[in-house]
């Protein structure tokens, strides 16, 4: 059965969604990084030539900007459930207050705003240099429910970690 | 007037419709496997079912993000195709709905420019797999439209 919040310590919490980010193919291919789990969810997407969407201005692709928001929010709702459920992305929305330039890593937070019995309601903000955020999002999460997770999700999530040999 | 070479670039490409050419300057987009399909009137976007494109590898499905990154990619190269002069969109706002989860087959996107202004333009963009009447996602963006010498 699913364990209340409380008893997961901050590194259970830590390995858990570098587990829940590594599992996701597109992220882990990119090398996305969890570098933070409070008091909010922070990630790195070290940078590289392939996150270009203008490779002759030197700007970063607007789409990756709304793929790492996807994956914060999405992980960030992880985190306020009483028990891990699957919670597919509803919608999103990003603005792009500034463009991203080449170069540089991209770091991003993001939060639960408010969880309902059915909705998880998210924020998530994007930059390079503090103080100068690129993208804002607002995203909207389902919460399918603990019969509609795989049995073993919350357990995958917060296994021991295997000793090194 | 001083003669950009990203200006010229941009005007040749325009007046060929080039959308080829402009991806290969979107590494992105190449990393993702989206490309053109079919030529002429009204040309629909693919985003090839790459095994790196998966967010969720349980179902399997395609991670939203990519969807989201194909739709706008989509839209703004649509933009570029049919605005009346040579100019670059530059994104303002993205928003999407997300209708059903995305399998790992090729993906379509249909774009509609619902509003050209002298600075603004709006599009819709719709995308699905098997049948176009069963869309997986819904997007809307906004764009600047600037010329590359500014």
């Given amino acids: ?165 | 007037m001083t003669h950009d070479p990203r200006q010229a670039w941009l005007a040749e490409t325009h007046a060929h419709g080039d959308i080829a050419a402009w991806l290969d300057a979107i590494p992105y987009a190449r990393r993702l496997g989206i490309e053109p399909v079919g030529s002429g009137f009204a040309p629909l976007y693919r985003l090839a079912p790459k095994p790196e494109n998966i967010g969720n590898p349980l179902l399997p499905a395609l991670h939203g993000g990519v969807v989201a990154a194909f739709m706008e990619t989509a839209g703004l190269l649509e933009l570029m195709r049919v605005g009346e002069s040579p100019r670059l969109p530059k994104l303002i706002d993205f928003a999407i709905d997300y209708l059903r989860s995305a399998r790992v087959v090729p993906t379509l996107a249909r774009c509609e420019i619902t509003r050209e202004g002298r600075r603004l333009a709006n599009v819709s963009v719709v995308a699905w797999q098997e049948d176009e009447a069963r869309p997986v996602a819904r997007a809307r963006l906004h764009a600047l439209l600037v010329s590359p010498e500014g």
């Fill in chain 1, 1 to 165: 059965m699913g364990h209340a919040i409380e008893e997961r310590s901050e590194a259970q919490w830590r390995l858990a969604m570098t587990r829940f980010v590594g599992a996701v193919p597109h992220a882990r291919a990119l090398g996305l990084e969890v570098t933070a789990v409070s008091p909010r969810l922070r990630m790195r997407l070290p940078w590289q030539a392939d996150l270009l969407g203008d490779a002759r201005r030197g700007l970063v692709h607007g789409g990756v900007l709304t793929m790492l928001l996807d994956t914060l929010c999405g992980s960030a709702v992880l985190r306020e459930l009483p028990a891990p459920e699957v919670c597919p992305t509803l919608d999103l929305r990003v603005d792009h207050f500034r463009p991203g330039v080449a170069g540089q890593d991209l770091w991003g937070e993001a939060w639960v705003v408010r969880l309902s019995e059915a909705v998880a309601f998210t924020e998530g903000l994007i930059w390079q240099t503090p103080e100068r955020p690129l993208a804002r999002g607002i995203g909207n999460f389902a919460r399918l429910g603990a019969r509609n997770t795989p049995p073993g999700f919350a357990e995958a999530l917060f296994a021991d970690p295997e000793p090194t040999p």
